[in-house]
């Protein structure tokens, strides 16, 4: 199995800065796509910015200018930078991983973060 812990959340005024890192731990063989979600109250859950094993990146058209997502294999730890933050930025952030492990290394399948909370004050 592989287990998500995202950390790096909090309250922070409009126009703040915040860092929100997710690592990857357990059976590890493999981690391809890695990636961040939010889900804000009465929203379905949204597609923020991705990131490939390559380190190609895609964004969200909310995010884009913002927002960077970055990772570091080595730490199997994907992170998200937020910048300009504004009150809709308010939500649950959730990390988002593909993977195999060691005990099924051809199967890669998608994993969930327990979400962290992100709050911005006007």
């Known amino acids: 199995q592989v287990q998500l812990v995202e950390s790096g959340g909090g309250s922070v005024q409009a126009g703040g800065s915040l860092r929100l890192s997710c690592a990857a731990t357990?059976?590890?063989?493999?981690?391809?796509?890695m990636a961040w979600y939010r889900e804000a109250p009465g929203n379905q859950r949204e597609l923020v910015a991705t990131?490939?094993?390559?380190?190609?990146?895609n964004y969200a058209d909310s995010a884009t200018g913002r927002f960077t997502i970055s990772r570091d294999d080595a730490k199997n730890t994907v992170y998200l930078q937020m910048t300009s933050l504004k009150p809709e930025d308010t939500a649950v952030y959730y990390c988002?991983?593909?993977?195999?492990?060691?005990?099924?290394?051809?199967?890669?399948?998608?994993?969930w973060g327990q979400g962290t909370q992100v709050t911005v004050s006007s």
């Open positions: 988002n991983a593909v993977g195999a492990t060691t005990q099924a290394k051809g199967v890669f399948r998608s994993y």
């Open positions: 357990g059976s590890i063989f493999r981690i391809n796509t």
């Open positions: 990131i490939l094993k390559a380190g190609s990146t």
